[in-house]
């Protein structure tokens, strides 16, 4: 009997891209898909229930949001996407193999659907970072047992570098383990608000939490210059 697997998407905003993620996801046995709405105003709320996936609402930012779709999961397995993601089906049978050879949680190998030297070398950067540092990133796809995902606490209610605090609670018990397979993300944030303007803002970002920044004053210095709160919702 195959172990269930319950994804859980945060959305916000995500008409453009929600309904090809579900599609995508739809008759992979044993699968839950959950979609976590922070109340958007540009109907994906009705996208999502025309698409049979399970609905909950939420105040916004994705912690908050990945945290309410645990509440309704049922399945022993748990798999954080962004909506605007892209994954290999077979990824979801390498999850369930792994975790039945012990594995407690990690993430996909990461490509964007964009092919260029520049994100080439960004998806090489955060495969190594995951399989040596054991940081996986909400774009990679973070996947763990729901014991696992209890045990550290779940998801800070933050809007944003969650995945960053996850990671961080996670490693100090066990290393990832990264997959094989890919997971491709978007570049629309790069292609928004410029290359790399994006990257160094990031890393600074990085470098702000690893020092133990307030969050207020990270997410000061990532919304400087313009409209980049945008990011939190869309990245």
């Known amino acids: 009997m195959l172990t269930k697997i319950s994804v859980i998407i945060p959305t916000l905003n ?5 309904g090809r993620l579900i599609k995508s996801l739809k008759g992979i046995p044993e699968l839950e898909i959950i979609v976590s709405d922070g109340g958007s105003r540009d109907g994906t709320a009705e996208l999502i229930k025309q698409s049979g996936a399970v609905a909950v609402s ?3 930012g994705r912690g908050v949001q990945l945290n309410v779709g645990v509440q ?3 399945g022993d397995i748990l798999f954080f996407l962004h909506a605007d993601s892209r994954l290999q089906r077979s990824a979801v049978a390498q999850i369930r193999q792994s ?3 012990g594995t407690q949680w990690g993430c996909c190998r990461l490509r964007f659907d964009e092919d260029s030297w520049f994100f080439r070398m960004l998806a090489k950067a955060s495969d190594w970072r995951a399989r040596y540092l054991a940081m996986c990133y909400g774009d990679q796809g973070i ?12 998801f800070p209610d933050w809007a944003f570098l969650e995945d960053l605090e996850f990671s961080r609670r ?3 018990r ?6 094989k397979d890919q997971i491709i993300a978007s570049t629309r944030r790069f292609r928004r608000h410029g290359l790399w303007r994006t990257f160094w803002k990031m890393q600074g970002v990085k470098v702000l939490f690893t020092l133990g920044f307030p969050l207020s004053y990270i997410e000061r210095f990532y919304q400087a ?7 939190q919702r869309e990245s």
């Not at 995500?14 to 929600?18: H, N, R, Y």
């Not at 066990?174 to 997959?179: I, S, T, Y």
């Not at 210059?225 to 990011?231: D, F, I, L, T």
């Open 72 to 74: 309704v999961a049922s």
């Open 14 to 18: 995500e008409s453009a891209t929600i």
């Open 99 to 101: 975790v039945s050879k």
């Open 174 to 179: 066990v290393n990832a383990c990264v997959l």
């Open 58 to 60: 939420s105040k916004p």
């Open 143 to 154: 996947y763990c047992t729901r014991a696992f995902f209890n045990s550290v606490g779940g």
């Open 225 to 231: 210059g313009g409209r980049e709160k945008e990011c």
């Open 170 to 172: 996670a490693r100090r």
